[in-house]
């Protein structure tokens, strides 16, 4: 596999540092513990928000650090939840007052070192409290989860609870609003070919080429089946009912709409498969008054695309529209 590395040990804290020099006004990198941190934090009485957990699915989310959105992001090394210690010192970082709301992904080893984290500061007199997001509907639960994985839906917790923190609200009313937005929204993934992690040599998994997974995780975990490729509108069209019979999703309702990028698959390719999610929807009398078309959450080179629904309110529909800044500005 050819790729741009140097050491695959390193190749966490590269990514990091490219990151941080790209941004240094506004972030900053504390390498003992795989931080990007928000160059102002903490902000005085202004809860925290932070997010860690695997790397390898920029620019999630170290990408999404800055006003608005995330405090502080703790990534681990590829595909891997980040130590306990580095958990501890991204709540430190960020800590004030107000407390401090910890968003986790619902991956068995991302839950069990942010529950142990809660635990510790909170003894250290810290607030803080869990938000689990787990917007994936192609398993219920499996030998690979726990219950729903967290997957792109990811994006719109953290900009709503980043909008809500900003705004001063307090730490109960920022997580309520975290928790209605997670159970409002609801993602489904389809990979054409395998990641292949830096350290490997060969992809996670094995795909025919005229094969496909449907509603595969973001760590090359397997989906609802493994089908045979069809053309890109009876792709969307599955993926779009799935993702709107399971919710469900009603006529008159306003959405947000997100097809999201897997890592490989070309901006021109996404754009196609979001003209014709948007027409199916229509069809069903929903309204997408959110357009959302790019990589949020990926999962290395995967080539493949998700799709993800946010029903809004005027409130939600609010904070996905407030400022934020962060290291994904365009130009």
Do not use: W
């Not at 506004?26 to 934090?41: H, S």
């Not at 969307?236 to 959405?255: I, L, N, T, Y």
């Not at 199916?280 to 009398?285: C, F, N, P, Q, V």
């Not at 990589?295 to 695309?305: I, K, P, Q, V």
């Amino acid at each position: 596999m050819k790729r741009f590395v140097n050491d695959p040990k390193d190749f966490v804290a590269e990514i990091l540092t490219g990151i941080a020099r790209a941004n240094p006004d506004t972030l900053r990198y504390e390498p003992k513990y795989n931080l990007i941190v928000r160059a102002d934090a903490p902000v005085d009485n202004k809860v925290g928000i932070v997010q860690g957990s695997g790397s390898g699915h920029e620019p999630a989310h170290v990408m999404n650090v800055g006003p608005g959105m995330l405090d502080v992001a703790c990534p681990g090394d590829v595909f891997a939840a980040p130590p306990l210690d580095y958990v501890l010192a991204a709540i430190r970082q960020v800590a004030t007052d107000a407390g401090v709301l910890l968003l986790v992904n619902n991956y068995t080893g991302d839950r069990m070192v942010f529950e142990m984290a809660q635990e510790m500061v909170e003894a250290e007199g810290i607030q803080a409290q869990l938000l689990f997001v787990d917007d994936d509907v192609a398993v219920q639960d499996s030998t690979y989860t726990i219950g729903r994985r967290g997957v792109a839906g990811n994006f719109f917790v953290i900009k709503a609870v980043g909008a809500a923190a900003e705004k001063g609200h307090t730490l109960d009313e920022v997580r309520a609003i975290g928790e209605r937005v997670n159970a409002n929204m609801r993602s489904i993934g389809v990979a054409l070919t395998a990641c292949s992690p830096p350290a490997k040599s060969a992809p996670l998994f094995d795909l025919a080429a005229d094969e496909i997974e449907f509603g595969v995780g973001i760590h090359g975990e397997p989906g609802r089946r493994r089908e045979k490729l069809r053309t890109a509108n009876e792709i969307a069209d599955d993926m779009v009912d799935m993702v709107v019979s399971d919710k469900p999703f009603k006529p008159g309702s306003q959405v947000a709409l997100m097809i999201n990028g897997l890592g490989s698959t070309p901006i021109s390719e996404l754009y196609l498969l979001y003209g014709h999610a948007h027409q199916r929807l229509a069809s069903k009398g929903i309204d997408v008054a959110r357009s959302y078309v790019g990589n949020y959450c990926t999962a290395l080179d995967m080539a493949g695309a998700s799709v993800t629904m946010l029903e809004l309110d005027d409130e939600i529909s609010s904070f996905l529209d407030a400022p934020a800044s962060t290291a994904l500005r365009i130009f």
